[in-house]
């Protein structure tokens, strides 16, 4: 039997679930937050890793829910680091009262919805139950870490850490030989400060990553000034941008194929100064057109050549694909770290990591030896959090029967026959393809207003429709086929983890999204069925 009542759960203590506490709180539901840390943060909270950081800007990848939080709260950086980003998470949930309702070191590990009372119970890793009209998923779309099964992963004697499960108390890697496996955006913000730490580091590379200098730098006062100003007007410019953040930054729309070769040159130069994201806006047709985006990725493999001073390493370095595709990494120093006495760079994209040993990895037949060995091999993202808790709706259907095929969901927000329960951020919403902060404070407030619908319409549940469910799991998928998002292995489409369906989960472009969060609004909630 449940030990307790609340009217609504949130699961997770992120940005997503700082602010839906905060609205359902203010809704007058008895609210109560589970989150599995044993504090606040969500991935701040997690990847402490060396180097972590924003790659929205701070300006950006902040709350615009309180206009006085947003004003008072200074961004030391442009990108700002982990610590500071935890910092602020921690601030918001002292500001708004919030840790008090959150139990914390605690895990949701099973939700069954019972058709009779049309409420959830949800058992704790504690072995406690709660019984709950609502129940949301602020799991987070990167909070479930991967690592690889690797033949012998418990035999090394060293130390082991992933990027996203990093010791709170950091780590010393002075003196030590350290070994990295992955190139994606949490190596490559590690590696160039691991690396002038440890006595060497051997990167291991599978497949060679797009990364453009952050250009990060301190925040500069006059700029700051300009924007809060009239901060309102800024967020709802971000808002129109298709990934909802820098509505300032020069964007252009024009083709790069009908660009002379050199303004070509001196656009994507122009773009690679802006840093990071700001590279893919120098033309309008870099992720629709192939050969658009060879000239973008034809300009960073000759600055890899210009920047890597060994031509086999910087040959190595160089990234095959389309620039883009998987998430573009923005750097500090990091091709510059190859040119370190100290870094090695081993290629294991013919030759996989064959096994952990007591003393290090054997690859290409070739044994390592290392003091520590960091996996920097990403997360089981998206879906991953959501199906590792056993998920029961209507009928005692599990969801990861359901979407067995992959994810199926009304607008990222509902999944038929989960009656109230709501994915925040979820797959088949913009999510990982936008500034996430404004994306959660868009579902949070979507799912304050679908429950003050519920109330006000005095139903007990709502369902996403099964007809509405199905035209936007194909409206998604339609939408990234017009781009080159599905043309590689990323971990959009579920690639990275062996065995997850190849389905293309985020929903691509921010501003046509909220249009049709308002029309569905504007049409009484059309896909959303209430139940009496
Ligand atoms: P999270 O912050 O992931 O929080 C989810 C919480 O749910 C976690 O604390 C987790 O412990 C908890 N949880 C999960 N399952 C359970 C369970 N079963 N029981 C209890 N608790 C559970 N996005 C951007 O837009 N810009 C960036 O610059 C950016 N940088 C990033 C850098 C890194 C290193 C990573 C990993 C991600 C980054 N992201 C970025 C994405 C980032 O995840 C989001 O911006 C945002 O922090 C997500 O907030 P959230 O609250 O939705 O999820
Ligand atoms: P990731 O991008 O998925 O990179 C994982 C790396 O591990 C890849 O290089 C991958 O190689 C490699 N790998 C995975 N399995 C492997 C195996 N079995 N053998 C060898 N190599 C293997 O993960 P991430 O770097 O943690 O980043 C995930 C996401 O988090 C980012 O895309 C971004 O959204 C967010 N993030 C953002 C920032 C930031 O700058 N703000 C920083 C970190 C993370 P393959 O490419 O061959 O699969």
């Not at 950006?60 to 939080?69: I, R």
């Not at 700029?223 to 129109?240: G, S, T």
């Not at 199926?408 to 500034?435: C, D, H, K, R």
């Not at 997850?500 to 059309?526: C, S, W």
Request: charged letters at 20%; hydrophobic letters at 40%; proline letters at 5%.
């Amino acid at each position: 039997m449940p030990n307790q009542q609340f009217d609504a759960i949130v699961v997770g203590a992120g940005f997503a679930g700082h602010y839906l506490l905060h609205l359902l709180r203010g809704e007058g539901l008895a609210v109560k937050g589970i989150e599995r840390g044993d504090g606040v943060g969500g991935t701040w909270y997690w990847n402490r890793y060396p180097g972590c950081r924003c790659d929205v800007e701070s300006i950006d990848y902040s709350y615009q829910f309180s206009d006085p939080l947003q004003q008072e709260w200074v961004w030391s950086e442009r990108y700002s680091a982990q610590p500071e980003i935890l910092a602020y998470s921690n601030h918001v949930a002292d500001r708004f009262g919030l840790r008090p309702l959150i139990q914390f070191d605690t895990s949701v590990i099973k939700a069954d919805y019972n058709e009779s009372t049309q409420r959830w119970w949800v058992h704790t890793s504690q072995g406690k139950i709660y019984d709950t009209r609502f129940l949301i998923m602020a799991t987070g779309c990167l909070s479930t870490t991967n690592t690889p099964a690797f033949p012998g992963l418990d035999t090394f004697a060293g130390r082991t850490f992933h990027t996203g499960q990093w010791p709170q108390n950091g780590v010393d890697f002075t003196g030590r030989r350290v070994g990295i496996i992955g190139t994606g955006s949490s190596a490559i913000q590690s590696i160039p400060i691991i690396a002038a730490e440890a006595k060497d580091l051997t990167v291991f590379q599978r497949t060679a990553n797009f990364s453009v200098p952050a250009q990060n730098r301190p925040s500069d006062p006059a700029e700051v000034a300009r924007v809060k100003a009239n901060y309102a007007e800024y967020r709802q410019r971000a808002a129109q941008q298709s990934a909802a953040f820098g509505p300032d930054q020069p964007r252009n729309f024009d083709s790069a194929l009908a660009a002379s070769p050199e303004d070509r040159q001196r656009r994507f130069e122009a773009h690679w100064q802006l840093g990071g994201f700001m590279y893919l806006a120098a033309y309008g047709d870099l992720m629709l057109n192939e050969d658009a985006n060879r000239l973008a990725s034809d300009f960073v493999r000759s600055k890899i050549r210009q920047i890597v001073k060994d031509p086999a390493t910087a040959e190595l370095l160089s990234p095959k694909g389309i620039i883009g595709c998987k998430r573009l990494c923005a750097d500090s120093g990091y091709f510059e770290a190859y040119n370190r006495d100290n870094v090695q760079l081993v290629d294991i994209s013919q030759q996989p990591i064959e096994r952990l040993t007591k003393t290090g990895l054997v690859t290409g037949g070739k044994a390592y030896t290392f003091d520590d060995i960091v996996f920097a091999t990403g997360f089981d993202a998206m879906t991953g959090s959501l199906l590792r808790m056993d998920i029961r709706g209507k009928g005692g259907r599990s969801l990861n029967d359901k979407w067995a095929a992959g994810p199926l969901t009304y607008l990222g927000l509902m999944i038929e026959g989960f009656p109230n329960l709501f994915t925040m951020t979820g797959p088949g919403s913009p999510s990982v393809l936008a500034n996430m902060v404004t994306g959660v404070e868009q579902h949070a407030e979507y799912i304050r207003d679908l429950i003050q619908w519920i109330r006000k319409e005095k139903a007990s549940a709502v369902e996403a429709a099964p007809a509405a469910e199905n035209d936007w799991v194909a409206a998604v998928n339609v939408r990234s086929q017009l781009t080159l998002y599905p043309r590689c292995n990323s971990w959009y489409l579920g690639a990275n983890v062996p065995g997850k369906p190849r389905v293309f989960m985020p929903y691509i472009g921010f501003p046509d999204y909220t249009n049709k969060l308002h029309g569905v609004r504007e049409a009484q909630f059309a896909g959303f069925e209430l139940q009496r």
